[in-house]
């Protein structure tokens, strides 16, 4: 499968996941994307198109606790934890999680369970 393809198909499998899931002041939407080397994770409430938390592995402050770089499952899961506790001290603790068409096996899984342990419902 050529890169190309494997783009098409996550877009695909995105656009769908979209179509069922939206976030809302209740429950926002737990947004994770992934690039090669970094992660990224936000909360979105959609009813008001406004990102309420967000962490990636980019920033300062994570960059410390990541030993091998944002692009392994390490850096993933200090992520998780890192969006779980911004937003439990912003007052959320529902969340809607968007795999955002990534296959749900590997950084995004944990991602999650990293922000399950944490305290965050979804």
Not at 34 to 44: L, P
Not at 49 to 71: D, F, P, W, Y
């Amino acid at each position: 499968m050529s890169a190309v393809t494997r783009v098409k198909a996550r877009q695909r499998r995105k656009k769908r996941i979209r179509g069922n899931i939206r976030g809302s002041s209740e429950r926002p939407r737990l947004c994770v994307f992934r690039s090669s080397r970094h992660i990224y994770a936000q909360i979105v409430d959609d009813s008001e198109g406004r990102t309420l938390a967000e962490a990636s592995s980019m920033s300062k402050e994570l960059r410390a606790k990541i030993e091998k770089g944002g692009g392994s499952k390490v850096g993933a899961a200090v992520v998780g934890s890192a969006i779980a506790e911004k937003a439990l001290k912003n007052g959320i603790k529902k969340v809607v999680f968007d795999r955002n068409g990534f296959l749900y096996h590997g950084r995004v899984k944990a991602v999650s369970d990293a922000a399950r342990e944490h305290g965050l419902e979804f």
